[in-house]
């Protein structure tokens, strides 16, 4: 009996008697003039800040943080699990009462917040299990900083995190002596581990496949019980997010990396009064809805010193179609095939790839990493942009994409993968179809932008949730 219903909760209905989910029905509208657009805080940015800064012993306050993504406050309540304070504010800088809800979630009127620092060694167990969402990011932090605790930690994630490769991490857990506990078969999570850590001589860390074991223990290192000799194994992928908390760290008084040799230290930081930048990966979809629309109204564009790698999208918008106007994105005729790189930017794929395709096309190189995000993202970014009528040939580590395509609506439902970027790229691209679409995952584009769907909405799209059959 017990077996029969764990068949039957599956979705994907393949040999089985699937389950109804949530979608999108996207009922696109004949012409929008200007879609007003802010881009949600970095949420690379924002993850490090607020586990550097529940380290310190200072009240540090973040602005910007109205439209912070779901993987931000998935941050935001493990660190309050783990005995931090954080204080809300207004727009004119006033406490906002706390809320009685079991999620630990900000205040909706909140635009900044305030982290009351415990101090290197002041975190203390959870009595709970760490939930981490649907971020990685936050997930492998956490990872590095419950290994100073002498009691079990259980993490865990949502469906998406729990298909993800998390060996790199778990290896150097192994190192620091961290009893790691997980289920057989390709799920990793929910992970049991328990220190405390025992400093090797040599951390070994490979960097082939993420850089995120290199952030998470130096984002740790503050606790670190003694010196730690950092060795770096690999061709690294998404160098900027390991240069940025590097820099993070180096700014608040760890040692240089140069050293090659991380000991115990305290953040402190000589302004605590920090405004988290827009996410510049957000940008992609802005763009992208440029060709769907007459124009996109841009608030505020983030600075190339904070965009991570995909500061390309601004300098090669002309290669895109794009035009920048101050702050109005509009499409134009492009005429050359380009290439673009992304072993720094991966995250760019699947809306670039449907940029390339319907201006004058080209080439993405140095993407075999997106293979290790929420979904494999290469080959899902094919599939994804198969079912809007558009073309892409796989080459090695990317896609070729012909340009001057069009996009013709979807015959069924769309499959999003439970990636967020993907649902983003299928919602932007729903507008420029001729009949409705349904998209699979209702608030998949919560985890990174919560106003994704709202502000076609308040432009006059229909968009409902439903129940899809999807057997």
Not at 22 to 28: F, S, Y
């Given at each position: 009996?017990g077996?029969?219903?764990?068949?039957?909760?599956?979705p994907?209905?393949?040999g089985?008697?699937?389950?109804?989910?949530?979608?999108l029905e996207?009922t696109p509208?004949?012409?929008?003039?200007?879609?007003?657009?802010t881009?949600?805080p970095?949420?690379s940015h924002?993850i490090r800040w607020?586990?550097?800064?529940?380290?310190?012993?200072?009240?540090m306050?973040?602005?910007?943080?109205?439209?912070?993504?779901?993987d931000?406050c998935?941050?935001r309540r493990?660190?309050?699990q783990?005995?931090?304070?954080?204080t809300?504010?207004d727009?004119?800088g006033?406490?906002?009462?706390?809320?009685?809800?079991?999620d630990?979630?900000?205040?909706?009127?909140?635009?900044?917040?305030?982290v009351h620092?415990r101090g290197p060694?002041?975190?203390?167990?959870p009595?709970s299990?760490?939930h981490?969402?649907?971020?990685?990011?936050?997930?492998?932090?956490?990872?590095?900083?419950?290994a100073?605790?002498d009691?079990p930690?259980?993490?865990d994630?949502?469906?998406?995190l729990?298909?993800?490769d998390?060996?790199?991490?778990?290896e150097t857990l192994?190192?620091?002596?961290?009893?790691c506990?997980?289920?057989?078969?390709a799920e990793?999570?929910?992970?049991?581990?328990?220190?405390?850590?025992?400093c090797?001589?040599?951390?070994?860390?490979?960097t082939?496949?993420?850089?995120?074991p290199t952030?998470a223990?130096?984002?740790?290192?503050?606790?670190?019980?003694?010196?730690?000799?950092?060795?770096?194994e690999?061709?690294?992928v998404?160098?900027?997010?390991?240069s940025?908390?590097?820099g993070?760290c180096?700014?608040?008084?760890?040692?240089?990396?140069?050293e090659g040799?991380?000991?115990?230290?305290?953040?402190v930081?000589?302004?605590?009064?920090i405004?988290m930048?827009?996410?510049?990966s957000?940008?992609?979809?802005a763009?992208l809805?440029?060709k769907v629309?007459?124009?996109?109204?841009?608030?505020?564009?983030p600075?190339?010193e904070?965009?991570?790698g995909h500061e390309?999208?601004?300098?090669?918008s002309?290669?895109?179609?794009?035009?920048?106007?101050g702050?109005v994105i509009?499409?134009?005729n492009s005429?050359?095939?380009?290439?673009?790189d992304l072993?720094?930017?991966?995250d760019?794929?699947?809306p670039?790839?449907?940029l390339l395709?319907l201006?004058?096309g080209?080439?993405?190189?140095g993407a075999a990493?997106a293979?290790?995000?929420?979904?494999?993202r290469?080959?899902?970014?094919?599939?994804?942009?198969?079912?809007?009528?558009?073309?892409?040939?796989?080459n090695e580590?990317?896609?070729s994409?012909?340009?001057?395509?069009?996009?013709?609506?979807p015959?069924?439902?769309?499959?999003t993968?439970?990636d967020?970027?993907?649902q983003?790229?299928?919602?932007?691209?729903?507008?420029g179809?001729s009949?409705?679409?349904?998209?699979?995952g209702a608030n998949?584009?919560?985890?990174?932008?919560p106003?994704a769907?709202?502000?076609w909405i308040?432009?006059?799209v229909?968009?409902?949730v439903?129940?899809?059959?999807?057997?």
């Amino acid at each position: 009996m017990g077996r029969a219903w764990v068949k039957r909760w599956k979705p994907s209905g393949r040999g089985e008697k699937g389950s109804y989910i949530e979608a999108l029905e996207v009922t696109p509208k004949n012409a929008i003039e200007q879609l007003p657009w802010t881009l949600p805080p970095s949420k690379s940015h924002a993850i490090r800040w607020l586990a550097l800064a529940a380290q310190s012993h200072q009240v540090m306050t973040f602005h910007n943080m109205q439209f912070a993504g779901e993987d931000v406050c998935s941050m935001r309540r493990c660190l309050i699990q783990l005995g931090v304070e954080f204080t809300d504010l207004d727009p004119d800088g006033e406490p906002l009462p706390n809320l009685a809800n079991v999620d630990l979630n900000p205040h909706p009127e909140s635009v900044s917040w305030q982290v009351h620092g415990r101090g290197p060694n002041g975190l203390r167990p959870p009595i709970s299990v760490l939930h981490a969402g649907n971020s990685g990011t936050a997930l492998r932090l956490l990872m590095a900083i419950c290994a100073r605790f002498d009691v079990p930690i259980m993490l865990d994630g949502d469906a998406s995190l729990r298909s993800r490769d998390y060996s790199s991490m778990i290896e150097t857990l192994r190192q620091f002596q961290i009893q790691c506990s997980y289920g057989e078969g390709a799920e990793m999570l929910p992970l049991l581990i328990q220190g405390p850590w025992n400093c090797p001589d040599r951390l070994e860390i490979h960097t082939e496949k993420s850089s995120q074991p290199t952030s998470a223990w130096l984002v740790a290192s503050p606790a670190l019980p003694s010196n730690v000799h950092f060795s770096l194994e690999g061709d690294a992928v998404s160098r900027r997010h390991a240069s940025l908390t590097r820099g993070m760290c180096e700014s608040l008084g760890c040692n240089s990396l140069d050293e090659g040799i991380i000991g115990p230290w305290e953040p402190v930081s000589s302004q605590t009064e920090i405004h988290m930048p827009p996410d510049c990966s957000m940008l992609a979809f802005a763009m992208l809805a440029s060709k769907v629309t007459k124009s996109v109204n841009i608030a505020m564009y983030p600075r190339d010193e904070d965009s991570l790698g995909h500061e390309l999208l601004m300098h090669r918008s002309n290669d895109l179609g794009i035009v920048l106007d101050g702050h109005v994105i509009s499409s134009k005729n492009s005429q050359s095939s380009e290439s673009f790189d992304l072993r720094d930017a991966n995250d760019l794929i699947t809306p670039l790839s449907a940029l390339l395709a319907l201006g004058s096309g080209g080439e993405i190189t140095g993407a075999a990493h997106a293979a290790y995000k929420e979904t494999d993202r290469l080959k899902h970014t094919q599939t994804l942009l198969e079912a809007f009528g558009i073309t892409t040939t796989s080459n090695e580590g990317g896609l070729s994409i012909p340009g001057g395509q069009s996009i013709t609506s979807p015959k069924g439902l769309v499959e999003t993968y439970q990636d967020h970027r993907m649902q983003m790229t299928a919602i932007v691209l729903a507008m420029g179809c001729s009949e409705k679409v349904i998209i699979e995952g209702a608030n998949l584009h919560a985890v990174a932008d919560p106003y994704a769907v709202q502000r076609w909405i308040d432009a006059g799209v229909e968009v409902k949730v439903s129940l899809h059959q999807h057997w």
